[in-house]
């Protein structure tokens, strides 16, 4: 079944969606103690024959640490009782294999990804107090699946928005009563809560539907809730800066669902589309990936409708796939190019 959320901030009301994601309580078994026993006596040997300084925060790492300590005290070992508590305290399937978990060359360079969340070079602790404790296990997964530099924040796109605004100030009228937005692969929601501001400022709130969707459960989460866990500060500006977007009095009527953009759409189509942070980058650069994608993004549209795309995640699209290649694929599609000063752009004709 699909998952999907009205945006709130209503505390007791997130509580009980939580519990809808994650399991309450301690998971800690005698199976479980076991493994993190062993996994202790581990890093004792390891750190006993460990000839360079044991990991505290803000060691500076270097490849000769790296190196020995993947030798002696390999990433999988902890990994694997990690993922075993973390999947344990899921309703779901988490998309780990695209976290630090699988994308840290090793155990020291997990410890400099999440140094607030393990604390000490011997895991046993951090994972017995993940397995104990149901909010520390919560705001651990949100940190894992939600790094700061991941995607998020506000004002990524300058002169996306820039332009967006202007189009909407020009079709306002054709609008009528209002108009569908989609914000897909939309990750923790700060573009499409910009978006909505948009619609809202040119008068067209009222009438319109904003949509977010992303294939992962706790971005999906985080975006309809404006929650972060493990980052209140970030929740506070975040919550601010949305102001009377959310539940929906001043703005379009926001929905967040679980999608994956290069599937049949399961939504009414949309008049606008923006995928940002996605298509060419390191996510999704495969020939197969973007044609598919194009197709679901086209099939998601309205005939009229455009989409709208721009990316700098990361090392940014254009240095995994050409400008003009995009374009390429978006032409296949069915959609026509439009000239935008930011991404790219193409319009449905049919």
């Not at 090793?106 to 397995?131: G, T, Y």
Request: with cysteine.
């Amino acid at each position: 079944m699909q998952l999907s959320f009205i945006p709130t901030t209503d505390g007791s009301e997130i509580r009980q969606r939580l519990e809808r994601l994650l399991v309450p309580g301690s998971l800690l078994d005698a199976a479980l103690e076991r493994r993190i026993e062993r996994l202790s006596s581990e890093f004792a040997c390891y750190a006993a024959s460990y000839p360079l300084p044991l990991w505290a925060p803000g060691l500076a790492v270097s490849n000769e640490m790296r190196g020995a300590t993947e030798a002696l005290f390999p990433l999988e070992r902890p990994r694997a009782v990690l993922e075993l508590i973390l999947r344990r305290g899921c309703r779901f399937a988490p998309l780990l294999s695209g976290s630090y978990l699988h994308n840290a060359a090793s155990w020291l360079d997990l410890l400099q990804k999440l140094p607030s969340r393990l604390e000490a070079a011997d895991p046993a602790p951090a994972l017995r107090r993940l397995a104990q404790d149901g909010a520390e296990r919560e705001a651990f997964l949100f940190a894992l699946m939600l790094p700061q530099h991941f995607g998020g924040g506000f004002d990524r796109y300058p002169d996306q928005y820039r332009w967006l605004a202007d189009w909407l100030r020009e079709n306002a009228t054709r609008a009528g009563a209002g108009i569908r937005v989609l914000d897909a692969a939309c990750g923790s929601g700060e573009g499409a809560y910009q978006a909505a501001q948009l619609v809202a400022d040119v008068g067209l709130g009222r009438g319109s539907v904003l949509h977010g969707s992303t294939l992962e459960e706790i971005e999906l989460f985080a975006a309809a809730h404006l929650y972060f866990p493990h980052a209140r500060e970030r929740q506070r500006q975040y919550r601010a800066r949305v102001g009377g977007l959310v539940p929906g009095e001043t703005g379009p009527a926001l929905e967040f669902y679980q999608d994956r953009v290069d599937t049949a759409p399961q939504r009414e189509p949309y008049d606008l589309v923006l995928c940002n942070g996605l298509l060419g980058g390191p996510l999704l650069h495969e020939p197969e990936q973007l044609r598919d994608a194009f197709a679901g993004l086209a099939a998601r549209l309205a005939p009229g409708g455009l989409l709208l795309a721009a990316d700098r995640f990361h090392a940014g699209w254009h240095l995994r796939v050409p400008r003009e290649a995009l374009i390429a694929r978006m032409r296949d599609a069915g959609l026509l190019p439009v000239e935008v000063t930011e991404g790219i752009a193409g319009k449905k004709v049919a």
